[in-house]
């Protein structure tokens, strides 16, 4: 045992020598750098057989090392701090967590409060519900009646028997529309007549210059879709083009600035709030429904409206308007009818009425969305890239123009101005040749589309040629924008040659000059 026991001393005795022997080797390491009486000696040893040159080179041996030492101690300082602020990081982010933790916890309860105290409501009502939710409101709305709280609110026909009233700005409306004479709408004009008429009242009432072409292709849109994009450079009248056009009408055109914090269709048509018990109207949902009392003509415009995603807030009204039975145009509101809601509410839904135009205004910078095809292909988009030129026009008076005249013109125009039957098997060739080379092909969307847009363009005072080379720039051509350009090069020069040697040279102005555009920016 002995003999163990002074092994063991021996041996744990050398590993503490080697561990001592690491520290004070790195004690005399740090030392030995830092021996600045040493240098001095070491230097007044040697200094006595210096020359000139020899001490300019010691000084600056001195400067370099002391800048050396420097920049060390620097460097061990910054990280240092660097290390500080990292684990500081770490620490915040841990703090953060934690909060997002218990905000989540508090949510949860909050939710579930909120669910209880709905249960509570629909069960005073006598609704059904299911669920969870049922068994807690049926609870608690026995318990309610027992105390004699509240009284249970009457439900007839599925309509809730109440004297609250939730949506005041479309009861102005139900109110207005009671002693309501309609104008005496001037059912003469032609949509020839509209274009000059409209061009010459912006001119002398409102110092607004367009060139008939752009009105042209106003009208034309307005005849093949509900929703017409306005876009181009800043300053061209995109925002104008509609607002003095609601003028010219004498039916203010209703503007909605679009925000980029637009995410839902609340934004647009507002939304039910559970604590007043009201819905909170937009001017847009109330344009809408005063719509479905007149015949006006009714514009809405959605201003920078791809400012935020128009996927997001304009979602349902998309939808709404591709369904081909009019008659199934109706938004959800509210999940429930009352007895107090508006006339033209039935069942807490609202109908879209036929003579109602959506019309944004888009630019194309880093501060917005690109627009998606699938908005592209439901709207007619006009590109307004040139200033007004000035001229001068006549006083014009404004005109007062009922959308069943606007609609009789336009069903005239379809049959009078049809897509001759050369140009349509043309358009069809040139579907074939643009299968075939560039795999994208029109839809029958957009053929329908244009058969709707030519016409009232014709009709208007354009030429057809004119009209189809328009809406396959900015409907078909367009979509190329999606494919890789750089390779396709050469086909876009083919369909350049093809669109003249098919219609006819210096016909296809419009698309030609988008196509050689693709070319120059890819």
Same mark, same amino acid.
Request: charge should be negative; charged fraction near 20%; hydrophobic fraction near 45%.
């Given at each position: 045992?002995?003999?163990?026991?002074?092994?063991?001393?021996?041996?744990?005795?050398?590993?503490?020598?080697?561990?001592?022997?690491?520290?004070?080797?790195?004690?005399?390491?740090?030392?030995?750098?830092?021996?600045?009486?040493?240098?001095?000696?070491?230097?007044?040893?040697?200094?006595?057989?210096?020359?000139?040159?020899?001490?300019?080179?010691?000084?600056?041996?001195?400067?370099?090392?002391?800048?050396?030492?420097?920049?060390?101690?620097?460097?061990?300082?910054?990280?240092?701090?660097?290390?500080?602020?990292?684990?500081?990081?770490?620490?915040?982010?841990?703090?953060?967590?934690?909060?997002?933790?218990?905000?989540?916890?508090?949510?949860? #309860?909050?939710?579930?409060?909120?669910?209880?105290? @709905? &249960?509570?409501?629909?069960?005073? %009502?006598?609704?059904?519900? =299911? *669920? !969870?939710?049922?068994?807690?409101?049926?609870?608690?709305?026995?318990?309610?009646?027992?105390?004699?709280?509240?009284?249970?609110?009457?439900?007839?026909?599925?309509?809730?028997?109440?004297?609250?009233?939730?949506?005041?700005?479309?009861?102005?409306?139900?109110?207005?529309?009671?002693?309501?004479?309609?104008?005496?709408?001037?059912?003469?004009?032609?949509?020839?007549?509209?274009?000059?008429?409209?061009?010459?009242?912006?001119?002398?009432?409102?110092?607004?210059?367009?060139?008939? #072409?752009?009105?042209?292709?106003?009208?034309?849109? @307005? &005849?093949?879709?509900?929703?017409? %994009?306005?876009?181009?450079? =800043? *300053? !061209?009248?995109?925002?104008?083009?509609?607002?003095?056009?609601?003028?010219?009408?004498?039916?203010?055109?209703?503007?909605?600035?679009?925000?980029?914090?637009?995410?839902?269709?609340?934004?647009?048509?507002?939304?039910?709030?559970?604590?007043?018990?009201?819905?909170?109207?937009?001017?847009?949902?109330?344009?809408?429904?005063?719509?479905?009392?007149?015949?006006?003509?009714?514009?809405?415009?959605?201003?920078?409206?791809?400012?935020?995603?128009?996927?997001?807030?304009?979602?349902?009204?998309?939808?709404?308007?591709?369904?081909?039975?009019?008659?199934?145009?109706?938004?959800? %509101?509210?999940?429930?009818?009352?007895? !107090?809601?508006?006339?033209?509410?039935?069942?807490?839904?609202?109908?879209?009425?036929?003579?109602?135009?959506?019309?944004?205004?888009?630019?194309?910078?880093?501060?917005?969305?690109?627009?998606?095809?699938?908005?592209?292909?439901?709207?007619?988009?006009?590109?307004?890239?040139?200033?007004?030129?000035?001229?001068?026009?006549?006083?014009?008076?404004?005109?007062?123009?009922?959308?069943?005249?606007?609609?009789?013109?336009?069903?005239?125009?379809?049959?009078?101005?049809?897509?001759?039957?050369?140009?349509?098997?043309?358009?069809?060739?040139?579907?074939?040749?643009?299968?075939?080379?560039?795999?994208?092909?029109?839809?029958?969307?957009?053929?329908?589309?244009?058969?709707?847009?030519?016409?009232?363009?014709?009709?208007?005072?354009?030429?057809?040629?004119?009209?189809?080379?328009?809406?396959?720039?900015?409907?078909?051509?367009?979509?190329?924008?999606?494919?890789?350009?750089?390779?396709?090069?050469?086909?876009?020069?083919?369909?350049?040659?093809?669109?003249?040697?098919?219609?006819?040279?210096?016909?296809?102005?419009?698309?030609?000059?988008?196509?050689?555009?693709?070319?120059?920016?890819?």
């Amino acid at each position: 045992m002995n003999g163990f026991l002074k092994w063991f001393f021996a041996f744990i005795t050398a590993i503490l020598q080697g561990f001592a022997e690491i520290f004070l080797g790195f004690w005399r390491g740090i030392k030995q750098i830092f021996d600045i009486p040493g240098y001095i000696s070491l230097f007044k040893q040697y200094s006595g057989e210096f020359t000139v040159t020899g001490w300019i080179l010691a000084i600056l041996s001195i400067i370099i090392v002391a800048a050396l030492f420097v920049v060390i101690g620097l460097l061990i300082v910054l990280a240092v701090r660097k290390y500080i602020r990292f684990r500081h990081s770490i620490v915040s982010n841990e703090d953060l967590l934690e909060e997002i933790s218990l905000l989540q916890q508090r949510v949860l #309860k909050l939710m579930k409060e909120k669910d209880e105290i @709905m &249960a509570l409501k629909v069960a005073s %009502i006598g609704a059904p519900v =299911s *669920g !969870t939710l049922s068994l807690a409101g049926a609870g608690a709305g026995a318990e309610g009646a027992q105390e004699g709280d509240a009284a249970p609110t009457a439900v007839e026909d599925g309509v809730v028997q109440t004297t609250d009233q939730r949506f005041s700005k479309l009861m102005e409306v139900d109110a207005f529309y009671r002693t309501y004479t309609p104008p005496a709408y001037d059912n003469e004009i032609t949509l020839e007549g509209i274009v000059e008429r409209y061009r010459n009242f912006a001119c002398s009432r409102m110092h607004l210059y367009y060139e008939h #072409k752009t009105i042209r292709l106003f009208l034309a849109g @307005m &005849a093949s879709t509900k929703l017409i %994009i306005l876009q181009g450079i =800043s *300053g !061209t009248g995109k925002t104008s083009l509609p607002y003095s056009m609601g003028k010219f009408l004498q039916v203010d055109t209703t503007i909605a600035s679009v925000q980029p914090s637009w995410r839902d269709r609340t934004e647009l048509f507002g939304y039910f709030n559970e604590f007043t018990k009201s819905f909170n109207e937009t001017e847009v949902l109330k344009r809408i429904y005063a719509s479905g009392y007149n015949n006006d003509v009714n514009l809405i415009l959605l201003d920078e409206m791809n400012i935020a995603r128009i996927e997001y807030y304009f979602a349902e009204m998309l939808s709404i308007l591709e369904m081909p039975n009019a008659d199934e145009w109706a938004l959800d %509101i509210v999940p429930n009818a009352w007895s !107090t809601d508006p006339v033209k509410l039935v069942k807490g839904k609202i109908v879209i009425p036929q003579n109602i135009w959506y019309i944004g205004t888009a630019n194309n910078d880093d501060s917005t969305f690109a627009i998606s095809d699938k908005v592209y292909d439901r709207a007619q988009p006009i590109n307004l890239d040139a200033k007004g030129v000035a001229f001068d026009a006549p006083d014009t008076e404004p005109l007062c123009l009922g959308y069943d005249h606007l609609n009789a013109l336009f069903e005239e125009a379809f049959k009078m101005y049809p897509i001759s039957q050369e140009n349509l098997k043309k358009i069809h060739q040139l579907d074939l040749w643009v299968i075939e080379k560039l795999r994208v092909a029109f839809g029958n969307r957009i053929l329908k589309q244009m058969g709707l847009f030519v016409p009232v363009y014709v009709a208007c005072g354009g030429d057809e040629l004119d009209g189809i080379d328009y809406v396959l720039a900015t409907k078909i051509f367009r979509k190329f924008e999606s494919l890789n350009l750089a390779m396709l090069r050469e086909e876009l020069k083919e369909l350049c040659a093809y669109l003249n040697k098919l219609f006819g040279k210096g016909k296809m102005n419009e698309s030609i000059a988008y196509l050689e555009r693709l070319q120059k920016l890819f």
